[in-house]
């Protein structure tokens, strides 16, 4: 049975899903700079796989931005985007700029096992609760090769004992949307007991600002200045602790 405030809702929501990739579009011409850092990791990453032509899976790819960005930037990878959103799919598989890419319906709780040298997991896992995410984290762990590497950007702070479950509710999100803000210790720990070893965590800080928006209908992401001039990314009232991580599964 589907969870209450669960991303499951929305995947098939054919109205949020038109305005959220309507949002994503901002996107396919303009890189996000947390996707910048992305893409530099896969950059980094494909001088150490041993593989001839390594496998890419973008898991909750959405309408394919980053996929698009990565193989302009990284062209001996073969790319694969999965996503539970049908229409999402569609749109990609009809975008002339990601011909040559396959799109898979996956869910990222049952993964294809031993598929894929790298998966990235970009702002996904935040909606999951805690069964789902541990689901999530092993099934990722298992479709991946000996020796493949997970790329998640997702919220994790250094607070080791405060663990947050917040549900939004918003013009987008009537019916609520669960948001996790874990410590990386949990983190950490739910990575080791998947099988991955090498955990890094690398908090990401915006290099431009974005403008703050109207207190209306619109919750995206907003920064404010500290007193050290860091960005902070806020949503709404909320601070996000956006982290960049990166681990190794054994060979
Ligand atoms: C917040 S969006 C992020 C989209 C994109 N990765 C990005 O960073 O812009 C979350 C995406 O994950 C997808 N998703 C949610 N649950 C999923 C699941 N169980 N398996 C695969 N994709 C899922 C959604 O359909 C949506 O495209």
Redesign the pocket.
């Known amino acids: 049975m589907a969870e209450k405030f669960s991303?499951?809702q929305?995947?098939s929501d054919a109205d949020f899903?038109r305005k959220?990739n309507d949002y994503?579009s901002r996107?396919s011409e303009k890189v996000?700079e947390?996707?910048k850092v992305i893409v530099s990791i896969v950059n980094s990453l494909t001088s150490k796989i041993n593989t001839h032509r390594p496998v890419l899976l973008?898991?909750?790819?959405?309408?394919g931005?980053?996929l698009m960005h990565l193989r302009d930037a990284v062209q001996s990878i073969d790319y694969i985007g999965?996503?539970?959103?049908q229409s999402?799919l569609e749109q990609c598989r009809s975008n002339p700029k990601l011909s040559g890419i396959n799109f898979e319906l996956?869910?990222?709780?049952d993964l294809p096992v031993s598929s894929y040298d790298i998966v990235?997991?970009?702002?996904?896992l935040y909606?999951?609760s805690e069964k789902?995410y541990d689901a999530?984290v092993r099934s990722i762990s298992k479709s991946l090769k000996p020796g493949g590497v997970v790329i998640i950007?997702d919220f994790a702070h250094p607070f080791e004992h405060q663990d947050l479950e917040i549900f939004e509710t918003s013009v987008l999100h009537p019916d609520g949307l669960r948001l996790c803000f874990r410590p990386m210790k949990k983190v950490r720990e739910k990575l080791v007991a998947a099988g991955f070893s090498d955990v890094e965590f690398s908090p990401f800080e915006l290099p431009i600002d974005l403008p703050k928006p109207p207190y209306d209908e619109e919750v995206v992401t907003y920064t404010v200045n500290d007193s050290l001039a860091h960005k902070m990314m806020f949503r709404g009232v909320l601070y996000q602790p956006w982290c960049h991580m990166v681990a190794h599964k054994a060979n």
């Open positions: 991303y499951e929305y995947v899903l959220y994503q996107y996000r947390s996707d973008d898991i909750g790819c959405s309408t931005n980053l999965g996503d539970l959103a999402s996956l869910d990222i709780l990235v997991v970009n702002a996904v909606m999951f789902q999530a950007y």
